[in-house]
């Protein structure tokens, strides 16, 4: 089956722009998960979504930061004013039970924004 | 908070021989999962292992094992018979027994000559 999808693949923008990133999850996955990947601060959890709860925003780095799930399905990043420092790849990824033992989350290929 | 540490940015294999990956964690934690991912240059994440806490034995997946060490927070990758297709970034990452995010290490980025 298909596995999780993001688009763009790539994005450049200019500082102080709006950027909105798509993640599609694996389908019938209950959780989506957003990361960042930066060359300081390595890989970091920025937010998770778990069925109809109450989002896990406690990794989002700042209020310029919002995402959210629609339908329990596809998922948007919003990053609003772009700073340079928000330049890295953002990784998504979807998981069927988290609480399960056996869970594995599942990552798509990532959006590379460049804020010039 | 749980932090996990991965000491050796680069690393390097002869193809066919043995390197070991070293990964250590700190948590307050009894029951939580560790997990091994392999990032190649096309940014994909692959799960290379897992290994829940309460297991003594060690986790085993074909050529890749790991040595999990609870009392020392240690949780070490073997790749054995090295490929050249193992070449590419792994991190350890972390995750407690509630379920959500992965705590990540820094990354070892590991090169197979040939």
């Known amino acids: 089956g298909a596995g999780v999808s993001q688009s763009p693949s790539n994005k450049v923008t200019e500082k102080g722009k709006d950027v909105e990133l798509r993640c599609d999850p694996i389908s019938g996955h209950t959780a989506l998960y957003w990361y960042r990947q930066s060359l300081g601060q390595g890989l970091e959890f920025l937010i998770y979504?778990?069925?109809?709860?109450?989002?896990?925003k406690s990794g989002l780095p700042s209020d310029r930061f919002s995402a959210e799930r629609t339908g329990g399905s596809v998922s948007t990043l919003t990053i609003q004013r772009t700073q340079q420092e928000d330049s890295a790849v953002y990784l998504c990824a979807s998981s069927l039970r988290p609480r399960a033992s056996t869970d594995t989350q599942y990552f798509g290929p990532g959006t590379r924004l460049t804020v010039l | 908070a749980q932090t996990v540490t991965q000491s050796q940015p680069e690393m390097s294999v002869q193809e066919a021989e043995t390197v070991t990956l070293s990964c250590t964690y700190d948590?307050?934690?009894?029951?939580?999962?560790l997990f091994w991912y392999k990032q190649p240059p096309s940014r994909q994440m692959i799960l290379v292992i897992r290994q829940e806490a309460y297991k003594q034995q060690n986790a085993t997946e074909n050529r890749f094992s790991v040595n999990f060490q609870k009392a020392a927070k240690s949780f070490s990758l073997k790749i054995s018979d090295s490929q050249l297709g193992d070449a590419a970034m792994y991190f350890c990452?972390?995750?407690?027994?509630?379920?959500?995010?992965?705590?990540f290490g820094q990354g070892t980025e590991l090169s197979v000559k040939p």
């Open positions: 979504f778990q069925g109809n709860s109450a989002p896990d």
């Open positions: 948590t307050s934690e009894s029951d939580y999962y």
């Open positions: 990452a972390y995750r407690d027994n509630q379920g959500g995010k992965l705590i």
